[in-house]
């Protein structure tokens, strides 16, 4: 308990003593600017700690788990990897890859198309040699590393991830599919931040996946930044499939301008313990905000989903669907803060959380907050818990569907209208047939 | 093809069928008919395998085989199908993959192949004419948004699709303007054969005039109390069933 008071001291020592190791294998990079603001996350972290079961963001989730473990970052690896890609990917989407390999980007692995002029989409170390005034104008603007100890843990040791820049009137026609691959050989942390600057009137659709394979405990500590610009148009598939040995934290955090429609769909098949955020700050008139997201949880997963609008400006939309399968013994938290500020008048916010449990011994704490200081606006919002629906169960069968399939169908069908976010048709096809496989593979962990 | 003998079955502790017995032979319709309360949707939805309902004593004999063994989707691959008098609305499923799936497993249990694509749709758009039905219907969500008529239409859509040897009919005539009935009834008539049976359970005769049955039974009370032809079905229409309760009724009070 004395541990938890003081903010899991031992593993703040722990990531800071790892910090000037860190700094010396940087090479050049300590002398970038960037590295300013990784000390000032070192202090911070220093000074916060991790949040503890005192903090009313962390209330339902332990990160003791987490911190309980030592992990290192990983060994750079020695040869490419002869990882076979081509199941991660998806038809349709696989002309533009990045792919990480326990954090370490793969050449070999990874393609680009070419990109209209001056679209910049490489790796963050190569953005910090090679675009760093790019860079440094957005990095860490939007990412509060005062608070969270994970997001300051993030920009202290970031040193790899995507760096995407779309200049204004440009539309990237095809989709940027970003692939994290964890082989956990010892374990390990790794730290992806990523950093997405669409400028006005610019198209775009990435997908970012998160892959465990093989045994082994990792843990995943992603930060990503998005700053969508006037009209601007962009589409975020965060499909997260970590190792059921894996810890993930992730923070999203965007800003979008006038006119901007942003779109995101969070899936969580995968982790032992996840904790997703996602803050988006509407910051100027008529923008629109679809936030969806499902997961499934199983076993002893633990799968924590905190969602943040804020509503600055009149005139904006935000819609919000989140919902959660939980089978065997797996728990599920969902937050959803909306906030409505004194100047958002006119906004329109929905949202809305269904869980389905399984068994009795799933669980799921649900938490709609809203917070409105303006008097003109439609916010609404709901939560709902159930079961399956025995006389659909029934129906099924009575038709010849083993209870099985009838079972699976029924819940693909629970988590249809937020498959039906994914604009991309291929990707849905195949994600839906990955959740039908997994919900008739019977049972095997719960 | 259907034997029950002195069936006995509870719903939630209360008993609703009282030593119930029935015999069906294929190339038959039986019509069951009854006030409400009688037992006979719990007939039709303890064949079809709900479990819910709770088998007090006798036997169901289906084929040779004791019916009360199998699952609800094992009776439906021995050829046992239910029209639901209250057909449930699934959104999220559609059509198309509930009868593609519905259809393949059955197949499988019966030792045929699945049907590929192009197989399925040119056999769904032949069944789809039996009950007048648009090929739209395949893409909506399973009885989502239906109107009364088209989810009774759905029901005799999915029997046609699954060929059943024994079809049981819930009421499926309840809520049906003239119209939707002769198409229901024509749908039902459509696939009448000898090798198969229909029970028809219903509450009033106007379904019989369709669909005409070669016996007609009166349940009451969680027993059959009185068999006849079709004939019974209009003088039930004409007089009611309580000259059936008091023609009970005499011989215990005499």
């Known amino acids: 308990m004395k541990q938890q008071e003081s903010k899991f001291q031992d593993a703040v020592d722990w990531y800071i003593s790892g910090f000037a190791a860190f700094e010396e294998n940087l090479n050049g990079g300590s002398q970038l600017p960037f590295h300013k603001l990784r000390k000032k996350a070192v202090k911070k972290l220093s000074e916060n700690g991790f949040p503890g079961p005192r903090d009313e963001e962390w209330k339902y989730t332990s990160v003791a788990p987490i911190l309980g473990q030592a992990f290192g970052l990983p060994d750079a690896p020695a040869t490419e990897s002869s990882l076979e890609i081509a199941p991660l990917t998806f038809e349709d989407a696989d002309r533009n890859l990045l792919v990480f390999v326990n954090g370490s980007f793969s050449k070999g692995l990874s393609r680009l198309t070419s990109q209209a002029e001056g679209v910049v989409v490489c790796t963050l170390s190569e953005a910090l040699q090679n675009h760093a005034d790019l860079v440094n104008a957005s990095l860490g603007l939007f990412t509060d590393i005062g608070t969270g100890g994970f997001t300051a843990l993030n920009t202290a040791f970031a040193a790899e991830g995507t760096f995407i820049h779309v200049p204004d009137n440009v539309e990237l026609t095809d989709v940027i599919h970003i692939v994290h691959i964890a082989e956990p050989a010892k374990p390990f942390v790794v730290h992806p931040r990523n950093l997405f600057v669409f400028g006005d009137n610019t198209r775009a659709s990435l997908i970012e996946t998160f892959h465990g394979q093989g045994p082994g405990s990792y843990f995943t500590n992603l930060v990503s930044e998005f700053i969508v610009g006037d009209n601007a148009r962009v589409d975020h598939l965060k499909i997260q499939q970590e190792s059921t040995e894996a810890f993930h934290v992730s923070n999203v955090n965007v800003q979008q301008k006038r006119d901007s429609v942003f779109s995101a769909v969070n899936v969580d098949l995968g982790g032992a313990l996840v904790r997703n955020d996602v803050n988006v700050e509407l910051a100027a008139e008529h923008c629109e905000t679809h936030l969806f997201g499902f997961y499934l949880g199983s076993g002893k997963q633990h799968i924590d989903n905190h969602t943040f609008v804020d509503h600055a400006m009149a005139h904006c939309f935000s819609n919000e669907l989140y919902k959660g399968i939980l089978d065997g013994q797996s728990k599920g938290v969902f937050n959803g803060k909306i906030l409505v500020r004194q100047d958002a008048q006119k906004t329109n916010a929905l949202q809305s959380n269904k869980t389905l449990l399984l068994t009795d011994d799933a669980s799921i704490n649900a938490k709609p907050q809203l917070e409105i200081f303006a008097d003109d606006v439609k916010c609404t919002h709901g939560a709902t818990i159930g079961q399956l629906d025995d006389e659909a169960l029934f129906y099924l069968r009575a038709r010849g569907i083993s209870e099985e399939m009838a079972g699976a169908m029924l819940r693909h069908a629970f988590i249809s209208d937020v498959l039906e976010g994914i604009k991309l048709d291929a990707v849905r096809q195949n994600l839906d047939a990955q959740i039908i496989e997994r919900f008739t593979d019977v049972k095997s962990d719960s | ?254």
């Open chain 2, 1 to 254: 093809m259907l034997k029950i003998k002195n069936l006995e079955v509870a719903v939630e502790g209360n008993q609703i069928l009282r030593g119930l017995n029935l015999e069906v032979n294929a190339g038959e319709v039986h019509a069951i008919m009854g006030p409400n309360g009688g037992g006979k949707s719990t007939l039709a939805n303890v064949l079809a395998g709900r479990e819910e309902y709770e088998v007090l004593a006798g036997s169901v004999e289906y084929n040779g085989v004791d019916l009360m063994e199998l699952g609800p989707e094992e009776r439906a691959h021995a050829g046992i199908f239910l029209a639901f008098q209250y057909p449930v609305e699934i959104p999220g499923v559609s059509m198309s993959n509930f009868l593609k799936t519905a259809l393949n497993q059955t197949r499988g249990a019966r030792g045929q192949e699945a049907l590929d694509a192009m197989e399925f749709f040119s056999l769904i758009r032949e069944k789809l004419k039996v009950v007048n039905m648009d090929e739209k219907f395949l893409s909506r969500a399973i009885n989502q948004g239906f109107s009364g008529g088209e989810k009774k239409r759905n029901e005799i859509f999915q029997m046609a699709v699954l060929e059943p040897k024994l079809a049981i009919l819930d009421e499926t005539d309840s809520g049906l303007d003239i119209d939707a009935l002769k198409v229901v009834s024509n749908g039902v008539n459509t696939l009448r054969s000898k090798d198969n049976a229909t029970v028809v359970v219903t509450h009033y005769q106007r379904l019989l005039n369709y669909i005409v049955p070669d016996f007609v039974h009166v349940l009451v009370d969680g027993q059959i109390v009185k068999s006849g032809d079709k004939s019974l079905a209009l003088q039930l229409e004409d007089q009611g069933y309580d000259w059936v309760k008091d023609e009970l009724a005499e011989p215990a009070a005499a």
